[in-house]
């Protein structure tokens, strides 16, 4: 249900904040975490894991707005990954959130201009 909404509130162009989804509100800040945990956890049930990567793939674009919140996601989740990592393979609900950040960053140019940012943060030269 939750999939339908946020694709419906996309295509009629209903802006997040209309529908109680603000930045740093209490409401967006839960959806989003159930949505991820439940998405990415190869614990629960498939039905559910699936339900929840549809909220995402539906509704990623309200539930992580800026590019930043996706960048740090996306970097924690790898970080997270390196540590589950035992056969160069991640759990599917892993590869699936790493596949959905870097796509919705590919969207709006968002990974080119976190690298171009990041290279350029390791070609300053460092205050010692």
């Known amino acids: 249900l939750l999939r339908l909404q946020l694709q419906a509130a996309f295509m009629d162009g209903v802006p997040a904040s209309r529908v109680g989804l603000q930045p740093g509100s209490p409401l967006l800040s ?3 975490h159930c949505s991820v945990e439940l998405a990415r956890n ?12 549809g909220v995402l793939k539906s509704g990623w674009m309200m539930l992580l ?7 740090a996601a996306l ?17 599917g609900g892993h590869q699936f959130m790493i596949d959905l950040f870097v796509g919705s960053l590919m969207a709006d140019r968002g990974l080119e201009s976190a690298l171009v940012a ?3 943060h390791e070609e300053e030269p460092s205050a010692a």
Not at 65 to 71: G, I, K, L, Y
């Open 118 to 120: 990041a290279i350029a």
């Open 75 to 91: 970097s924690q989740l790898l970080h997270f990954g390196d540590a589950l990592m035992d056969d160069d393979s991640l759990p």
């Open 30 to 32: 839960s959806i989003r």
């Open 65 to 71: 707005p800026t590019v930043s919140e996706r960048a």
């Open 42 to 53: 190869s614990e629960v049930l498939h039905t559910i894991q699936s339900a929840a990567q």
